[in-house]
């Protein structure tokens, strides 16, 4: 597979451009640094969109055997969490920095618009690999439960501050404490009721964006 044979959407490309410029712009105009790293956020959120990308290209040219198709699907899905995730950032938005306050709202809101249309293109492509071999119903109750594991890798990475690759780096904890949650819900309360709110966000948001795209096919 080639790497032309990945499509990024124009609006993504342009939106990715804002917000890299914001940023840029925010340490020349305010000499900081602070929010640098929502561009490492972002190329977080382009890793299952390429994943995705090439999972889809192999499917399409029924190439894509059942290994590829497993560790492939893994991969993507404990990195899909990352693209929703940076509309968490919000909270790293100070009101004791008043000058910058307004300025930092729209970097914040340019690179989480950027890692939400991401992973509705991401979950798009996996939706229509799972489509291939499963019927609607089916296909639909897949893409909730990866919406859901999408949900609660948000909390994760929000409250506990996990990242993605900690399965692998810090393997005993991570499992422990995701234990603990499901062995003990009612110490974590919140846990539960912030996957919920993320899954929510993420499934109606899901929607509307599938059905603004087929309004635009049917008007053309």
């Keep these: 597979m080639d790497i032309k044979h990945i499509y990024f959407p124009k609006q993504i490309l342009i939106l990715l451009l804002l917000a890299v410029i914001l940023n840029i712009g925010r340490v020349l105009i305010f000499h900081s640094n602070y929010f640098i790293y929502l561009i490492w956020n972002i190329f977080l959120a382009v890793i299952p969109f390429i994943l995705s990308s090439v999972l889809l290209w192999y499917a399409n040219n029924k190439k894509l055997n059942k290994t590829l198709l497993i560790i492939g699907g893994v991969f993507w899905l404990l990195l899909i969490p990352n693209a929703p995730y940076i509309i968490t950032d919000i909270i790293h938005l100070n009101h004791n920095h008043i000058p910058s306050l307004l300025y930092d709202t729209f970097l914040v809101f340019s690179s989480a618009w950027v890692g939400l249309l991401l992973g509705m293109y991401s979950i798009s492509h996996i939706e229509k690999i799972i489509h291939i071999k499963y019927n609607n119903k089916t296909t639909s109750l897949i893409i909730a ?12 990475g929000r409250f506990m501050r996990f990242n993605s690759w900690d399965i692998f780096s810090n393997t005993s904890y991570f499992f422990t404490n995701i234990f603990r949650i499901i062995l003990k819900p009612y110490n974590y309360v919140d846990a539960y009721l912030y996957t919920l709110l993320f899954f929510v966000f993420i499934y109606v948001s899901y929607k509307a964006w599938k059905y603004s795209l087929i309004e635009q096919k049917s008007n053309t």
């Design 145 to 156: 439960f990866i919406m859901l594991t999408t949900s609660f890798g948000m909390y994760l």
